[in-house]
Structures are given as C-alpha cells and as structure tokens.
Nanobody
Framework: QVQLEESGGGLVQTGGSLRLSCTAS????????ITWFRQALGKEREFVSA????????YYADSVKGRFTISRDSDENTVNLQMNNLEPEDTAIYYC?????????????????WGQGTQVTVSS
C-alpha cells in the first residue's frame, strides 16, 4: 500500500496563504489521480480538489474554486495544493488520497488509502 504524507499546514490569518504538499513514500504518483479532502471538527470529510494523471485535469469544490490551485511537480513525486485568500471556514485537517481512476471520485467512500493529514487553521 502506498504511504501518503501531507505537509504544509499551519496557522494563518484570514486572507493568508498556505501551500500543502502530498508525497508518496518510495514511489512516484505516476498512474494515480490525487485528491484532497478536508475534515472540519464535527463535520464529515469533504472533497476539496483533485488532479488526474492521464490528462492533468483539475477539479475543485465550489467553495474553493478561484482560491485554491492543485498542481503536480514535474518529477511526479509531489502534488501541491496552493491555498490563497483563506477563510476561517477553510479550517480543517487536510488529507490527500489516491485513485487509479482517470476521473477521481468526489465521495470519500471511494478511497481507502489516507495520509495522517495536516492541520490548517485560519484565524479571523
């Protein structure tokens, strides 16, 4: 099983930016779509963004569209989530996960491989 690791979380003020990264230990993301989810305290895990490997298509939740950008490094070892203009509602633990599907699902139940997550806290 691929071991996933998220990093880059932290505490920022409203309007600030953070850049999250997702890496896989011992291998590249070649052949995988990568999806970011987040889970706020007391809420269900929700889809944030995804990038497919076959066509490099990107997907975003309506709540983050225009503020977040997902991308992959050319070496295929890292997928990044650039988060700009952060809002208190973005506060959550952010997780990355992988899929072999070209069009990554938005339902968390479609995934079984998760990292430990990275905490993002946006203060008002």
């Amino acid at each position: 099983q691929v071991q996933l690791e998220e990093s880059g979380g932290g505490l920022v003020q409203t309007g600030g930016s953070l850049r999250l990264s997702c890496t896989a230990s011992g291998q590249t993301f070649s052949g995988y779509s990568i999806t970011w989810f987040r889970q706020a305290l007391g809420k269900e895990r929700e889809f944030v963004s995804a990038i497919s490997w076959s066509f490099s298509r990107t997907y975003y939740a309506d709540s983050v569209k225009g503020r977040f950008t997902i991308s992959r490094d050319s070496d295929e070892n890292t997928v990044n989530l650039q988060m700009n203009n952060l809002e208190p509602e973005d506060t959550a633990i952010y997780y990355c996960t992988i899929s072999t599907l070209q069009h990554p699902p938005r339902a968390q139940g479609a995934y079984c491989n998760w990292g430990q997550g990275t905490q993002v806290t946006v203060s008002s």
